[in-house]
């Protein structure tokens, strides 16, 4: 009995866990939106669920040998054996509203979303695709930011994503970034904030640094909602915050309005 229920991270409410199911991962009593997985997010914005995925033979190593607590090579084969991912995002190709599209979406629960050699290189990769097929590309950020346990190699993805996606532009290719609850570091530092639209989910985390940091180093309290989607939307770093039960139609309507579609 206890599969059937759950609690919700934001107004506590018992909830029937069928019910959240049914309305896309959205809490039905104060519309806290549900972390999704990467696959489940794909799902959700291909038409009828189908999709290609791609870029599948490429794993993480261990270049620095880095280990904290833990060996970085074993949280690597933890983290694969608990998601069943290669790393942290998957890249697939299918149709959304009929029209072709790349979708690479971030996983969370794996690192923490955190982008690392791999992740860098599959986003690359991504916009790569995109430019030479000529199809638009959505990339959907969850992401505590660059992984530290690749140090230097982490970083360099910065630059290697921002320029594959600045040749995107160039093109005159479309780039929607889809920014959910959390984007942060090194991922709002790069791809995430480079789309012809930036939205978000409402009641997302979006930054660099974190609230309680940022309030060290000022030596000030941060305003109320502070680094939301909304506050962010409110202060022109997003175009959009868009409600996930909308957001099918709404990326197809930008897509049409991009590739100067009929409606």
Known sequence: MDQLWTR????????????????????????????????????????????????????????????????????????????????????????????????????????????GSVVGEKITRAAELALEERMPLIIVSCSGGARMQEGVYSLMQLMKTSAAIARLDEAGIP????????????????????????????????GFAGPRVIEQTIKEKLPKGFQRSEFLLQHGMLDGVVERKNLRSYLIKALRLFLNLPA
């Open 8 to 115: 919700c991270n934001n107004c506590h409410k018992i909830l029937y866990k069928q019910d959240i199911l049914d309305n896309l991962s959205v809490c039905p009593a104060c519309n806290f939106q549900f972390r999704l997985s990467a696959t489940e997010r794909l799902a959700m914005l291909f038409d009828d669920g189908k999709y290609e995925l791609m870029h599948q033979n490429i794993f993480p190593q261990d270049p620095l040998k880095f280990e904290d607590s833990q060996k970085y090579s074993q949280r690597l084969e933890e983290s694969q054996e608990r998601t069943s991912l290669p790393d942290a995002v998957l890249n697939a190709q299918g149709k959304l509203g009929g029209i072709r599209v790349i979708i690479a979406a971030m996983d969370f629960s794996f690192m923490g979303g955190s982008m």
């Open 175 to 206: 780039y929607i970034s889809l920014l959910v609850d959390p984007t942060t570091g090194g991922v709002t530092a790069s791809f995430a904030m480079l789309g012809d639209i930036n939205i978000g989910e409402p009641g997302a985390l979006i």
